[in-house]
C-alpha cells in the first residue's frame, strides 16, 4: 500500500502490548493490515504470553534469543528487506530497526518512548492504534513525510 512496503514488524511490549497482554483497540486493525501487508512480532516476551496473544492473527512471530536485542531486532528488519519494511517501537532495543526501515515510527505510549527510538524515527505516534492506521491510510503516511 505505502510506496512497496510489504513487512510491518511490530515490538510487542510498550507497542502493541501492556504487560503482556495484546491492545484491543487494534484487533480489528491487525486483521486488515495482514490483507496488505506480512506482519511481524519480534519480542523478547518478557511475560511469557506472546503466543497465546497474537494466535488469533496471521502475524510471524520472532522471539529474540541473543543477548543484544538490539542488534538482533536490526538484523531482522535486514534479512526481511529494510527498503520494504515499516518498523514500530518504543523502546531503547528498537532504535536500530527503526533507524533501517524505510519508515520506522516510534510510540509514545502508555509506557513512554525512550529519547533514542524518538530521535532515530521518521514518525512519532501518540498510540498504536494512530501508527497503524497509518499503514491503512497512506496518503496520511505521504503527507507526514513529503520533503
Do not use: W
Amino acid at each position: 500500500m505505502y510506496e512497496n512496503i510489504e513487512h510491518i514488524i511490530l515490538d510487542y511490549n510498550g507497542t502493541i502490548a501492556k504487560d503482556g497482554i495484546l491492545k484491543k483497540e487494534i484487533d480489528s486493525l491487525l486483521k486488515e493490515l495482514s490483507k496488505h501487508y506480512v506482519l511481524h512480532v519480534i519480542t523478547a516476551d518478557t511475560f511469557g504470553s506472546v503466543k497465546e496473544q497474537i494466535k488469533a492473527y496471521d502475524i510471524k512471530l520472532h522471539i529474540l534469543k541473543s543477548e543484544d536485542h538490539t542488534k538482533e531486532k536490526k538484523d531482522y528488519v535486514t534479512s526481511l528487506g529494510s527498503d520494504i519494511s515499516l518498523s514500530i517501537g518504543n523502546g531503547n532495543n528498537d532504535t536500530k530497526m527503526l533507524e533501517i526501515a524505510k519508515v520506522g515510527i516510534a510510540i509514545l505510549g502508555d509506557e513512554g518512548c525512550s529519547t533514542k527510538a524518538l530521535l532515530v524515527s521518521d514518525i512519532v505516534c501518540k498510540s498504536i492504534k494512530d501508527a497503524l492506521e497509518l499503514s491503512l491510510h497512506p496518503k496520511r503516511l505521504l503527507a507526514t513525510l513529503r520533503v
